[in-house]
């Protein structure tokens, strides 16, 4: 996957940085695709402070469906399975 950092010309760099915007995460620094995954695109986004967080596109289906998923992984999180609980904002 590609490398992407802070060019207005970069539609993915934008998506990325309006992410880390609403959910108040800092500034982005830079991001790598992650090239694992089967339908979504992922992130691993460097922030303002060196904080390191991964953002996923969710490619497909429905807003239902989207939350079905991340309320999955937060349960399974909250039972302490390794897997990253998302960051949920409703709009």
């Known amino acids: ?3 992407v950092g802070p060019d207005a010309r970069d539609s ?3 998506r990325l940085a309006e992410a880390a915007r609403q959910f108040e995460l800092g ?3 830079v ?3 992650v ?3 089967l339908l979504n695109r992922s992130w ?7 904080r390191r ?3 996923k596109q969710v490619a497909g ?4 469906q989207a939350v079905w998923q991340h309320t999955a992984t937060r349960a399974l999180a909250a039972r302490g399975l390794p897997v990253a609980a998302p960051l949920i904002r409703s709009v």
Not at 44 to 50: F, I, K, T
Request: glycine letters at 14%; a negative charge; charged letters at 15%.
């Open 1 to 3: 996957m590609h490398r």
């Open 27 to 29: 500034t982005v620094t």
């Open 61 to 64: 289906g429905d807003r239902a």
């Open 31 to 33: 991001a790598q695709g």
């Open 44 to 50: 691993s986004v460097l922030l303002s402070g060196n």
């Open 53 to 55: 967080v991964f953002i």
């Open 12 to 14: 993915d760099y934008q």
């Open 35 to 37: 090239a694992e995954g």
